[in-house]
Structures are given as C-alpha cells and as structure tokens.
C-alpha cells in the first residue's frame, strides 16, 4: 500500500488559560490508499481533511495513531517523503512572487537535487503536459490565478514525485479553470501512474477526478467506496432551478419532484437513475414560460445528510 | 548549488526584482541611520563623557549595531517573522520541501530597507573606526557574534507563538533588543545591567563587540562567543520543540 | 462640516483601539523600557555636569523625556505608511466618494486611536518617573503638559497627513515615515531638549512645526512654567491642519485626473 493509516487522530488545545479547550479535528481515522489510485477526501469546511492532509505530509504531528507514506514515517521523516511526494496547498505558494515561474523552477530544482539538465526537461515536458510553456517566463505577479495554480502545479511536480496530495486546489477559479485542472489531474494519473490523494467541498471536483471517495465529518470516516457506487447511491441528483417570467403550474414527472414553488421561481430535484435531466429540461421548455434555467449538484452538506440517513461505513 | 544556496539566490532576485525601490530604500534607511550619528555628535559634543562614552566609543558602537542589525533584519529579514509564520500557518510551505525549516525561512526573504543599515555600518566603520588588519578581523567577528545572537534571539521569542499562540511579546521584545542595544549600556548598574547581559541580550548586539574592537580582552571575547552560541541554540531548540506544536493555522482562533 | 461624523469617527477609533490589547501591551512596555533608557542616560549626563545641563535639572531631564516619549509614540509608528499605503491602494478613493473631509475624519479617527495609549502612557510615565526621580519640579507646569501633549499630538497626526499626501505624486508610501520621524527625534526636541543642539540649529528648529510635536510638553514637564507654548502649538495646529487639507485636495484631483 502507498498510503497506510491507521487510528489516526489529531487534538489542537486552543484559547489561553481559563478558556483553554481541546477540539477534536481527526478521531481516529484509517484506510489505506494503493499507488495509482485518485482518492478523493471530502467533507464540509472544519470536517478535518486539512488537518489530515498535512498528517499525511508530514506538515503537522499528529496526537495518536500511526501513518505510512512510501513506507516512511511523514513527522519523522519528513524532508525524505518531501523528495518523494508532490504538495499543493490551496493559495499556498511555492513560487516567488516578483520572479518568473523559470526562475523559481530554477530554485525549486536546485533544492530538489535535479541536475540542470533534467530540470531543463522536465521544465519542457511539464509545460506541455499542463499547456503553460508560455507562462513560464511572465512573472507570478502579473498572471491571473488559474494561472498561478498550473505553475504551482508544476512546481510540485518539478521532481516527478509518486503521490500528489491536493488540498482545495480549485477553490478560488472560474468554472472553465476548475474542470482544465480536473482534466490535468486526471491526464497526470494515468500517464505516469501518478497517485493522487485531494481534498475538496467540490462535488464537481470529486466526480470528475476521482475514482474513489472518503467522506471525513466532524473527523471521523463516515463513507469510503468507489466513486461510481456513490454516484449511484448519492450523485444521482441534480438541482434544475427555474426561473418563471409569469406564475405557472410546475410540469408532473417520472422521478422529479417539486423542492421550491414560488411565483418566480421553481426548483426541480431530478432523480437521474429514473429520469434524464434532458427529457426533464425539454419538458420544462415547453411547458413553462422560462426566464432563466441552470442545472446544480446538490451541495456536499445534503450529500453528507443523505449518506448518514442511508447507511454507516460499508 | 545546494537547496539553501538557492534558496537565498531566489530571495536575492526577489528583492532585486524592484530595483528603484530598492536602492530608494537602502538610501532612506542610510539616511536614517546618519541622523543618529547626528544626534550623538551632538549630545555628547554638548556632554563630554558619560560613564567612559564618548563620540568614538558610540559611533563604534552603532557601526557593529548596524551592520550586524542590518545582516539579520536585511539577509535573514524573517527572523524578526517568526511569530507571526508560526501562528498564521504560513510555515506550511517551508515544510512540505525537503529542507531544514529554519534555515530554509531565513534565507527566504530579503528586506532591502535593511541592508541599507549594513552598507551604512561598513562604512561608518571605514570612516571612523580607524581600520587596521587586526581591527577589521575584530570588527567582522564581532558583527557576526552580534548577527548570532540577535537572530538566535529573535527566533527564540518569536517561537513562543508555537506554545501560547499570537502573542505581542516578540514584537516588543525586538523593538527593546534594537534600543537597549543602541545606546551606552554603562548607565545602567546592577539588575537593570545585568539584564541586558542576560534575559534580553542587547550588551552582545552591540556595546560588547565594540569594545573588543578597541580593547581585545580574551575574557570578553569568549564570553561573547558563548553568548552567540547560548542564543543560537536556544533558538534552535525552541522552534524545532515548537514545530511539533505547530498548528498549521487550523485551529478556529476564538 | 457635521461634528457628529467626526465624534463617531474618534469614537470608533478609540473603542477599535481598546479591543486590541496586545498592541496595547507592547506600546506602554516598549514605551516604558525606553523612557527607563533615555531618562537615564540624561539622567546620568546631568549628574556629571554638577546636575544641570543647558538650564535643565537631572529631575527635569528625566521627567522631560516621560513627556518627549509620551508624544510620539501614543500615535502609530508607521502611521506615514499606513496612510501612504491607503492612498497607493486606491483605498482613500472610495473615502473620497463621501459628503465630508477625509482629512477631518482621518485625523478624528487617528485621534481616538492614539487617546488610549496616550493615557496608558501619561500613567506608565508618571509612575516610572516618580519612583526614579520623585515628582516634577513645577506641579502646574506638568498638568499643561498633559493639555500640551493632546495639542502635539493632533499637530503630529495632521502632519504626519499633510507629509503622507506626497504619496499621491510619487506612488510609493513605504520608507517616507523614517525621515519624517527623524525630524520629530532631533529637530522636534524629542531624544534631545533643543537648548542642548548648536545655536544655529536651536534657532531653526524653533522656526520649524515639529517643535510643537514633542519639545513643547517635554519642556513643560521638565518644570518650566511657559503657558505660551501652547498659544504656539495651537498657531502650528491650524496651519498643519490647513496643510494637510490642501495637499489631500490636490490629490484628490490628481486623482480624478489619472484616473486612479
């Protein structure tokens, strides 16, 4: 296994003095992870997965349990995984603001032990696999933040490492940016066997990147399986909300049901599995006096919701 | 070129990267330091003496001061950031590289203001401190204890943030470091002296390497030594204790 | 102009200020540790000098860098900065936007931020100096003192803003403040009482604004009786305060004109 944890848990002591408390982030957590798989480590914002992922990287010490990355130790040997993993950390940057992503390459390379020129290559053939050559020599300062994050993506990447952790690493793009670096990471994984392990509260980013879930809720593993069982059992609704320029009566369908009514506005809930959102969308056409139309997932608090109304880990 | 070395290089490019504002700050700080030379001319041309102080002793005083002052704040500006890294979660980072932590965030930022005040120490030294080889060996030695022990310092107090959290006491504990060490510390006698040999070492930043310029006394230059030593381990050995502690920003501050 | 706006302005400031005390904590601690080390090398210059230097007691000296300090550093350090920071940003562009003098609200708020480290200061210094030089020379010099450090502060604020208003020309805030507070250190009389400085140059800084900002209440609480000194102090309050309203205007139209 690349990845073994095992009655994991991480207790922060917080306020001074009279106000002194212990919060709980992680409580026991363990699964294992096998190289070249893509795990998605999910749960709502303060749910542990930051506290767990900087675990796994060695970033932070955690309060009990045991953790084997690569066969390594994170907290004791942390600066041998960091030669062997990849860290992206939100809008934590590895790169020198005022300088050109070349030019921190450069740095980067040099504290990763790469010879010039394998870092000149590699500089090369990440450029192409993540289409950025042409960012490498404007300056960080002036790039936009889809941007930014490709290069950091490559600076994590610079030594070929076998697992990257990915925390929140879509948040703050646009829709566009967001499923360019969904695809990127997916393209990563299956050229190179790549193992990757992120965090996100994006539904989105869990269905198109991974193929296998873990849902973390107030620090404790509440689902784990493959992505496709889950969108079965949990993705298989999709919100299409309505916007009516007159007050209409809502269309009667197989599988779908009526979540909000006003005069304004209408909220279907689809069950995909009974129903396709395009014979639900063509009916709404048709029969209503549509003003505006989009098509939602269900935010990750009512996935969650439903995966404790269902059933407990498998 | 080792990870460090690069490291530093990329800091240096950074700093650089600005260069009209680079050279605006350096020449800003140059002149701020010149209006202390200013006020001690005038203070003890009015004074005469004070305690064994005269406008030699200070004026060497305040070019060890701001050299070595200038090589922490300046090359190693993020000794004087410790608290603040460590209690935001901004260490995040420096850990996830295969480096040493501490060393890694010194030498990652450079503060261009403060090199002024090195540029400014070397020559206020040139100028006034009557360089001979051996005096220019005590000098540089005597720069870089001081260097040692205010960054051993710094890091020290600004480790706490690992144990209690944000706290003010770095930010005071520097701004008291820089003043004490600034002026002649013989006007003070017995605890208050003491003090500035000990708990907050402003004698060893300053007015103990000035004097080994002058008069080299073995006795004095050890105990310097030993100063820089104690402090540069201290602070070692409180921030790695305070790594473990470390939060990562992931406690809800309340 | 509408008072209340400026009375909420000093308000809010003054309570924001109060909430933070950590920040609080540091100022009378560094404030305190350097009065004990400024007040003493004085203190120990006078005592050489058969205990009096340029018509100042060793008591007096002491008690007069209580007050120097007081002044300048109940107010931000970097306040320079942080107003040539707001003007670089763009921030004081949307202040502009409202019915009222930026400059009048700013130097309010400014006010009410300083008022509480002010006092903390007034305390921490009386009580350093009592119990390292016993009371002042002259009781009823010393109480104008505290109306004269109100007065040097509001002059210190305005033109700390009249200075900070370069930053609309020359787009770069950082580092002004040093030399502006330099000016404050030697030719304002707060390190040194300006009778110590070479006659020429006592002679300019009595011609110059920053004597208002810390010689003025030093000096009174150093136990010389010299009411006038707040007559000069409020003269330099108008005229700063004009100052600094006219460079803010002048900016502001440069402003409009970049574009900014």
Redesign the interface.
């Known amino acids: 296994m690349t990845i073994e944890v095992s009655e994991l848990s991480k207790a922060f002591v917080t306020g001074r003095k009279a106000r002194r408390k212990t919060v709980d982030a992680v409580r026991d957590i363990s699964f294992s992870v096998a190289a070249g798989e893509r795990v998605a480590f999910i749960g709502p914002n303060g749910a542990g997965k930051s506290t767990s992922i900087k675990m796994l990287t060695g970033i932070l010490h955690p309060s009990a349990g045991t953790i084997s990355v690569l066969g390594l130790v994170p907290w004791q040997q942390r600066r041998q995984l960091a030669m062997r993993i990849g860290t992206l950390f939100g809008q934590r940057s590895q790169l020198w603001f005022e300088l050109t992503p070349r030019q921190s390459f450069r740095m980067l390379g040099a504290i990763f032990g790469l010879s010039d020129q394998h870092l000149v290559r590699r500089v090369d053939e990440l450029g192409e696999l993540l289409d950025a050559g042409h960012l490498w020599d404007t300056p960080v300062r002036s790039q936009s933040l889809g941007q930014r994050m490709r290069c950091e993506l490559a600076a994590c990447m610079l030594h070929e490492p076998e697992i990257l952790f990915l925390d929140e690493p879509t948040i703050g793009l646009d829709l566009l940016g967001k499923q360019l670096f969904r695809d990127l990471i997916v393209r990563l994984n299956q050229q190179r066997n790549t193992t990757i392990f992120l965090t996100s509260h994006d539904v989105a980013d869990i269905e198109s990147v991974a193929e296998r879930v873990i849902v973390i809720n107030h620090g404790e593993v509440i689902y784990d399986d493959s992505v496709e069982a889950m969108r079965r059992s949990l993705f298989a609704t999709k919100y299409v909300d309505v916007g009516l320029a007159h007050p209409a009566e809502a269309p009667s369908l197989v599988g779908v049901t009526i979540a909000q009514h006003s005069p304004t506005m209408l909220r279907l809930v689809v069950d995909t599995e009974a129903q396709s959102i395009g014979t639900v969308v063509n009916a709404v056409l048709s029969s209503l006096p549509v003003a505006d139309l989009s098509i939602a997932d269900p935010p990750l608090e009512s996935v969650i919701a439903s995966i404790y109304s269902t059933a407990r880990t498998p | 070129?080792?990870?460090l070395?690069?490291?530093f290089?990329?800091?240096c490019?950074?700093a650089w990267?600005?260069r009209r504002?680079f050279w605006?700050?350096i020449t800003?700080?140059i002149?701020?330091d010149l209006?202390w030379v200013?006020?001690w001319v005038?203070?003890f041309?009015?004074?005469?003496?004070?305690?064994g102080w005269n406008t030699n002793r200070i004026l060497m005083l305040q070019a060890i001061l701001t050299t070595g002052g200038g090589i922490v704040l300046g090359v190693f500006a993020n000794a004087r950031n410790i608290g603040r890294l460590a209690a935001d979660g901004?260490?995040?980072?420096a850990?996830?590289?295969?480096?040493?932590t501490l060393a890694y965030i010194l030498v990652r930022k450079i503060q261009a203001?403060n090199l002024g005040d090195t540029i400014f120490g070397v020559v206020l030294f040139v100028a006034i401190g009557h360089p001979s080889p051996s005096r220019v060996a005590m000098f540089l030695g005597g720069s870089a204890i001081a260097a040692t022990v205010l960054t051993g310092f710094l890091v020290l107090i600004g480790s706490s943030s690992f144990f209690?959290?944000?706290?003010?006491g770095s930010?005071?504990g520097f701004?008291?470091i820089v003043?004490?060490g600034s002026?002649?510390i013989d006007?003070?006698t017995g605890a208050?002296r003491a003090m500035l040999y000990s708990v907050v070492p402003a004698a060893f930043i300053a007015a103990v390497p000035a004097r080994l310029v002058d008069s080299f006394d073995p006795g004095l230059a050890a105990g310097a030594a030993a100063a820089a030593v104690v402090f540069a381990t201290l602070g070692v050995v409180a921030f790695n204790l305070g790594l473990?502690?470390?939060?990562?920003g992931?406690?809800?501050?309340? | 102009m509408n008072l209340r706006i400026l009375r909420t302005a000093f308000g809010t400031a003054t309570r924001r200020a109060l909430r933070e005390p950590g920040s609080f904590f540091v100022a009378t601690g560094f404030y305190v540790a350097v009065v004990a080390m400024v007040g003493t090398l004085w203190r120990v210059a006078a005592a050489s000098h058969h205990g009096t230097l340029a018509g100042y007691t060793a008591v007096g000296l002491f008690w007069y860098i209580a007050a120097s300090e007081s002044a300048t550093m109940a107010i931000s350090l970097r306040l320079v900065e942080e107003i040539g920071d707001d003007i670089v940003s763009g921030a004081i562009a949307v202040e502009m936007l409202r019915p009222v003098s930026v400059v009048a609200v700013r130097i309010a708020a400014e006010f009410g931020r300083a008022v509480p480290k002010l006092i903390s200061c007034i305390l921490a210094g009386t009580a350093v100096s009592l119990v390292v030089v016993g009371p002042p020379r002259n009781v009823g010099a010393a109480l104008l003192s505290a109306i004269s450090l109100v007065l040097a502060i509001l002059c210190n604020i305005a033109a700390q803003h009249a200075f900070a208003g370069i930053a609309f020309w020359i787009r770069d805030a950082r580092s002004t403040w040093f030399l502006y507070q330099k000016f404050v250190f030697v030719l304002g009389g707060m390190l040194l009482p300006i009778q110590i400085l070479p006659t020429a140059l006592e002679q300019i800084a009595r011609a110059l604004p920053f004597t208002a900002m810390a010689y003025a209440p030093a000096r009174l609480a150093a136990g010389f009786f010299e009411p006038e000194l707040l007559l000069v102090q409020s003269a330099w309050l108008v005229v700063l305060i004009g100052v600094a309203a006219a460079t803010f205007q002048a900016g502001e139209r440069r402003l409009q004109v970049v574009g900014g």
């Not at chain 2, 041309?45 to 305690?51: E, I, S």
């Not at chain 2, 901004?90 to 980072?93: C, K, Q, S, Y």
């Not at chain 2, 473990?244 to 990562?248: A, F, I, K, L, V």
């Open positions: 070129m080792n990870g070395q690069a490291t290089r990329g800091a490019a950074q990267a600005n504002g605006f700050e800003v700080m002149l701020n209006v200013v006020f005038l203070f041309h009015r004074v005469g003496t004070v305690r901004e260490l995040d980072a850990l996830a590289l295969p480096v040493p203001l209690v959290g944000r706290n003010e930010e005071l701004h008291a003043m004490f002026y002649p006007v003070f208050g473990r502690r470390y939060t990562s992931n406690v809800w501050k309340l």
